[in-house]
């Protein structure tokens, strides 16, 4: 499971784990320390956890990840691309490097890591890829248009690995979600605060506004919720779907 160590991914992980999961996390952040988030989920819910610090940017790294988790625990039943990176800009301002860092991480890599999966998957002929895009896969939004294009481009990658495996047991899912309260978010909001010179609660308020009829949040536990069901056999009939929870954004 890619970014699996902070925020929306580890809670993913973790929901993951009390479901019976062993896990393969990666993702940024202290060795040390992840390893001690692994440790934690070990004892908290009885499964083993070992970590692949591949730099995702690299094809290489990410298929010999994939190669050690696999010798590791024998198969890949279930893959999870959660891994993004954002640069906000407007076009014309917007460093090549950062378009090219942005659709690496945010799509390619989520390539790479289903090509080296699929095999294992079609010849056990079960398996579950759920792909963590964005509301913005299906919308726009001014100066994301990295995020926007890499996010818009996994829902496409989703639906042909849907239908390319759709006799193979393989279901492969988009889950699109709007703001979810991270540490990201957080910051978000505080830079919106410096540069209008509003309070963070006038801040807050204004995304919400402009962006989420529910008028909150959503929690990352709904979106691991929502995971663990498309990797369950109830929903083995849905595949190649974009699966939005947003709080009424895309609605608009």
Request: net charge negative; proline share 3%.
């Amino acid at each position: 499971m890619t970014g699996s160590t902070s925020g929306i991914g580890l809670t993913i992980a973790q929901a993951l784990a009390s479901a019976g999961c062993n896990l393969g996390l990666n993702g940024f952040g202290e060795v040390q320390q992840i390893r001690q988030i692994a440790c934690q989920i070990e004892s908290d819910y009885g499964v083993s956890v070992d970590y692949y610090g591949a730099d995702l940017r690299n094809p290489v790294e990410i298929e010999n990840s994939i190669q050690e988790c696999m010798e590791r625990f024998g198969r890949v039943d279930i893959l999870v691309n959660n891994a993004g990176i954002q640069h906000v800009a407007p076009l014309p301002e917007f460093p090549a490097q950062k378009w090219d860092e942005v659709i690496s991480v945010n799509l390619s890599a989520s390539f790479h890591t289903i090509k080296a999966c699929l095999p294992g998957m079609i010849e056990q002929r079960w398996g579950r890829i759920v792909n963590i895009a964005s509301v913005h896969g299906l919308v726009g939004s001014v100066e994301k248009s990295a995020y926007v294009a890499a996010k818009h481009g996994v829902v496409g990658l989703t639906k042909v690995v849907a239908l390319e495996n759709a006799e193979n047991g393989v279901t492969c899912n988009a889950v699109c979600p709007g703001y979810v309260r991270t540490e990201l978010i957080d910051r978000q909001i505080r830079a919106i605060s410096r540069s209008k010179n509003w309070s963070f609660d006038d801040a807050k308020a204004s995304m919400l506004s402009d962006k989420h009829p529910i008028g909150r949040f959503l929690e990352s536990e709904e979106i691991a919720s929502l995971v663990i069901f498309l990797c369950s056999e109830a929903a083995s009939g849905i595949t190649g779907s974009s699966i939005t929870i947003d709080g009424g954004w895309s609605a608009q």
